[in-house]
T-cell receptor
């Protein structure tokens, strides 16, 4: 069945460091891929998405490219800030149904 | 900006008791969902709800669980006879249309069964 495997955390980085959070997926057909972010005390918020192969989603300096050949959707940011400290979830939605399949989440802490 | 709200933020209950988790979806949304995350594990889909009936459910969503939209604004998840393994964070989500890409999530209710 459809599933997502996400890099385990926690991740601690210094401000302005480069961030990569790995995400790979298993799905039949052509799923849509997402990164959600959860700030402390808040709900899951959509960070970015990509709906077909080679699409690049971007938002708030974060980017992820839908790579069908490697079944990956890694999240990257060139220079993290303290305000980026949160839990990041990779997710996919398959071709049938509306349910999302999530990874376990990666906790990121950025220190000044 | 409209948001999904959930109450309570934390619920503690004894094994065997019934609990009701409440959600207020965004007002013009038509599709509603419950997910859960057991500590350290993945966020798992439980059920989706549209037009006053369940449209999809996972294997987790057995007879112990039920959902209801009692009054046109609230969306509830009832867990009968809770078990220790029901301890988890429960997330409600809503969406505008069936094939919209985005689901809007609430902050979650942490359920602890003792």
């Amino acid at each position: 069945g459809d599933s997502v495997t996400q890099m385990e955390g926690p991740v601690t980085l210094s401000e302005e460091a480069f961030l990569t959070i790995n995400c790979t997926y298993t799905a039949t057909g052509y799923p849509s891929l997402f990164w959600y972010v959860q700030y402390p005390g808040e709900g899951l918020q959509l960070l970015l998405k990509a709906t077909k192969a080679d699409d690049k989603g971007s938002n708030k300096g974060f980017e992820a490219t839908y790579r069908k050949e490697t079944t990956s959707f890694h999240l990257e940011k060139g220079s993290v800030q303290v305000s980026d400290s949160a839990v990041y979830f990779c997710a996919l939605r398959g071709n049938t149904g509306n349910q999302f399949y999530f990874g376990t989440g990666t906790s990121l802490t950025v220190i000044p | 900006e409209p948001e999904v709200t959930q109450t309570p933020s934390h619920q503690v209950t004894q094994m065997g008791q019934e609990v009701i988790l409440r959600c207020v979806p965004i007002s013009n949304h038509l599709y509603f969902y419950w997910y859960r995350q057991i500590l350290g594990q993945k966020v798992e889909f439980l059920v989706s709800f549209y037009n006053n009936e369940i449209s999809e459910k996972s294997e987790i969503f057995d007879d112990q669980f039920s959902v209801e939209r009692p009054d046109g604004s609230n969306f509830t998840l009832k867990i009968r006879s809770t078990k220790l393994e029901d301890s988890a964070m429960y997330f409600c989500a809503s969406g505008r249309a069936q094939h919209t890409y985005e689901q809007y999530f609430g902050p979650g209710t942490r359920l602890t069964v003792t």
